[in-house]
């Protein structure tokens, strides 16, 4: 992991973004959580997010692997009908991967490129 991407999202964390550490293998984001920490020492983690409709667009949560995503991997799910950049599911498949999903205010999550 690059240095700079740890200052980025550890700079992110202090500019109002509610953190969450997850740990356990299904976390459903709460309202107001946008910046979610996982723990994949000893297990993979399934996220699931909220309807994209219930924030408004440009909204992000942000989604960070701790540790060990390439031998535990990180599956985020869309709520259905919504989807991420198209599909139901978008996977973090790499040691500190990271992904910043943006809510189109309407049934979609986007990845910020």
């Known amino acids: 992991m690059l240095a700079t991407d ?3 999202f550890s ?3 202090h500019e109002g973004l509610k953190y969450r550490e997850v740990a356990v293998p299904t976390y459903h984001v709460e309202s107001g959580h946008n910046f979610i920490v996982c723990d994949t020492t ?3 983690i399934s996220i699931f997010l ?3 409709g219930s924030y408004p667009a ?7 692997d701790f540790g060990n995503a390439k031998s535990n991997n990180i599956t985020i799910h869309a709520k259905a009908p919504n989807t991420i950049d198209g599909q139901s599911t978008a996977v973090l498949k790499w040691n500190y ?4 999903l943006v809510s189109n205010g309407k049934n979609a999550w986007l990845i910020k490129a």
């Open 50 to 52: 909220p309807f994209a």
């Open 42 to 44: 000893s297990t993979a």
């Open 11 to 13: 700079r992110r964390a």
């Open 58 to 64: 440009g909204h992000v949560i942000a989604v960070k």
């Open 97 to 100: 991967a990271g992904v910043d």
């Open 6 to 8: 740890l200052q980025t």
